[in-house]
C-alpha cells in the first residue's frame, strides 16, 4: 500500500497535519492548493511539525529526510489526483465549496478512489449530492493536530457504500489512528456535539453568576479531565458502580442527577 498515492487536497493546518502523518507512515503524499504560497506555507508547516517531533526524540533527522522526500506539492488537480488511491480533501466548512472541489477531484481522480472530507460537522450527503460517483464519498473529521491526536470519525452519506467507510476505517487504523464510525449522519459528528453540549453549560454557568471561566477550567482540568484522558464518560460510570456497574450508579444518584438536567441551560432556536 505504501507504494500508492495519498492526495491531501487543501493545505492549511488541517491539510498539512495530514500530510505530516502520511508521510511519517510512509506513503507518497501529494499536497495540492491553488497558488504556490500556499503549498509553500505548507511545505514549512510540515517541516516545523517533524522538527518538533524530532525535538521531542519522536523521530531523527534522518527519519525526516526520509519523510520529505516523500512530499510533492502542486497547483494541477490533474497531476495531484491522477492515480491516488485515497484523497483527503481539506476544504472550508462550506457545503457550495466542498461540492466544487468534489467536482474537481472527479474529473482526474480514478473512479475507485475514496473521497475523505475533513469536516468537522458537515452532513456528507449534502456534500456529496452532486458527485458522479457519491458513493465513495466519506466523513473523515480528525482532532487537531491530525498528525498527534489519534481520533477519527467516519460518516457516510445516504449514497455511501457501507464497504468504502469499513475499508477507510482499515486504512486509518493501519496508520495509527482510531476511528469510530457513526451508524447514521449527525451534524458535528460525535465528539463536537460533546464539546459543544459542555460548553453550553459553561456559557451557562458563568452568565447566571455561579462561577468564572477560569474555575471551570480548572474543575476540568483537576476533575473529569484528567478521568477522561484514560476512560470515556461510560466507563467511567460503570467502575464508579462497583459491582452494579453504571445501572446500580444511576439507581442510586438519578433522582438528584435529574434535578441537575432539570437546572441545566435549555437553548432553543
Known amino acids: 500500500m505504501k507504494n500508492k498515492k495519498i492526495v491531501c487536497y487543501g493545505s492549511g493546518m488541517i491539510g498539512s497535519g495530514w500530510a505530516t502523518h502520511f508521510i511519517l507512515k510512509g506513503y507518497e503524499t501529494v499536497v495540492f492548493d491553488i497558488d504556490t504560497t500556499k503549498t509553500g506555507q505548507a511545505e514549512q508547516i510540515i517541516k516545523k511539525n517533524l522538527l518538533f517531533m524530532q525535538k521531542e526524540n519522536v523521530i531523527s533527522e534522518s527519519e525526516i529526510n526520509i519523510c520529505i522526500g516523500k512530499l510533492t506539492t502542486t497547483t494541477d488537480v490533474k497531476e495531484a489526483v491522477s492515480g491516488a488511491f485515497f484523497i483527503q480533501e481539506n476544504g472550508p466548512e462550506n457545503y457550495e465549496i466542498k461540492r466544487k472541489i468534489i467536482s474537481d477531484i472527479e474529473k482526474f481522480a480514478p473512479q475507485d478512489a475514496i ?97 468564572t471561566y477560569e474555575d471551570v477550567d480548572k474543575a476540568c482540568c483537576f476533575g473529569p479531565g484528567l478521568r477522561y484522558a484514560l476512560l470515556g464518560p461510560n466507563l467511567i460510570y460503570q467502575l464508579g458502580g462497583g459491582k452494579k456497574g453504571a445501572a446500580g450508579l444511576f439507581s442510586h444518584v438519578g433522582p438528584t442527577i435529574e434535578n441537575w438536567w432539570e437546572d441545566m441551560a435549555k437553548w432553543t432556536k
Open 115 to 211: 473521497i475523505a472530507s475533513s469536516t468537522s460537522g458537515l452532513l456528507i450527503s449534502e456534500i456529496a449530492k452532486d458527485a458522479k460517483n457519491p458513493e465513495r464519498i466519506i466523513g473523515a473529521h480528525p482532532y487537531n493536530p491530525p498528525h498527534l491526536i489519534p481520533l477519527v470519525e467516519l460518516s457516510g452519506g445516504d449514497k455511501t457504500k457501507n464497504d468504502v467507510l469499513e475499508n477507510a476505517s482499515k486504512f486509518y487504523k493501519s496508520i495509527d489512528k482510531e476511528p469510530v464510525i457513526l451508524k447514521k449522519e449527525a451534524l458535528g459528528f460525535i465528539s463536537n456535539r460533546l464539546q459543544m453540549a459542555l460548553y453550553r453549560e459553561v456559557i451557562d454557568l458563568v452568565e447566571r453568576g455561579i462561577c
